[in-house]
């Protein structure tokens, strides 16, 4: 199987946007979240990415309709995303190759349990998967901490398939999406997402994550992500972002 076969295979079974990553790119990765880690023959990390549909918004926008979101939000229909990567995985396996699907997890959950050497990480091992996707050519992360892709701006969520399958990677993503234009600080009411001038190096600007986790503006959580901010997609903050993208017919 190749790079163009395994891509067309995980969008006819449901994913939207699929990514593929070396091992060798995560070379730098701390132990805590690098997938060789995990799997210490993997070749590629293939990310596959899910939509979340624009129209879950509108209820929202409108004021009258939080559940049009949660019902129609990936992330929330953690089921649709698991049983895709599972059989997209499953496909691989089918096929000579192993393959470890991974959703996304807490990251509380990462360094509880006790290393089986001294030079393997502490378990669990949870990969960031935003990170991962930049590494797999999706896009980039915005300056707001929301995760930019060319296809459908901040309106998407990830999981991962780790594979022994040698793929043509595609290229880190090198174009800008995030414009700096400083809409989804200014729609927090809590003033959450801090633009502070001398953040100009950081990946992005830093996020109280606690006031995320009350935000009454339309975040969802995630299942099984205590240690992460809710989805903000959602949120006055993912809002404005995609309010952005589409002035600017992005
Ligand atoms: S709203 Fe503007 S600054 Fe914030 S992530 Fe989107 S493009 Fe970047
Ligand atoms: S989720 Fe709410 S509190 Fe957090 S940045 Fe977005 S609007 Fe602000």
């Not at 995630?222 to 972002?241: D, F, H, K, M």
Request: proline fraction near 8%; charge should be negative.
């Amino acid at each position: 199987m190749n790079a163009e076969q395994i891509k067309k295979l995980a969008r006819e079974m449901g994913a939207d946007l699929v990514g593929i990553a070396p091992i060798e790119r995560f070379e730098n990765v701390p132990m805590n979240e690098n997938p060789a880690q995990i799997k210490p023959d993997a070749k590629s990390v293939i990310i596959l990415a899910f939509r979340i549909l624009r129209g879950a918004l509108r209820g929202i926008e409108n004021g009258s309709n939080w559940g049009s979101y949660t019902a129609s939000d990936p992330s929330g229909m953690c089921t649709y995303m698991q049983e895709v990567t599972y059989h997209f995985a499953r496909e691989l396996e089918d096929n000579g190759f192993e393959a470890v699907p991974l959703i996304r997890h807490s990251y509380d959950l990462r360094d509880k349990g006790v290393p089986v050497a001294p030079d393997r990480a502490a378990p669990d091992v949870i990969i960031d998967m935003e990170y991962a996707a930049y590494l797999a050519g999706l896009g980039e992360m915005g300056m707001g901490k929301l995760f930019l892709t060319p296809q459908f701006g901040p309106r998407q969520v990830f999981t991962a398939v780790l594979t022994d399958l040698e793929l043509e990677a595609d290229p880190v993503f090198e174009g800008t999406l995030c414009d700096k234009c400083g809409k989804c600080a200014e729609a927090c009411p809590a003033k959450a997402l801090d633009t502070c001038r001398s953040c100009g190096t950081l990946p992005h600007w830093p996020l109280r994550t606690e006031s995320c986790k009350i935000c009454p503006t339309g975040t969802s959580p995630r299942p099984y992500s205590l240690g992460l901010e809710p989805n903000r997609i959602g949120a006055a903050c993912g809002r404005a972002c995609v309010k952005h993208f589409e002035e600017r017919r992005k």
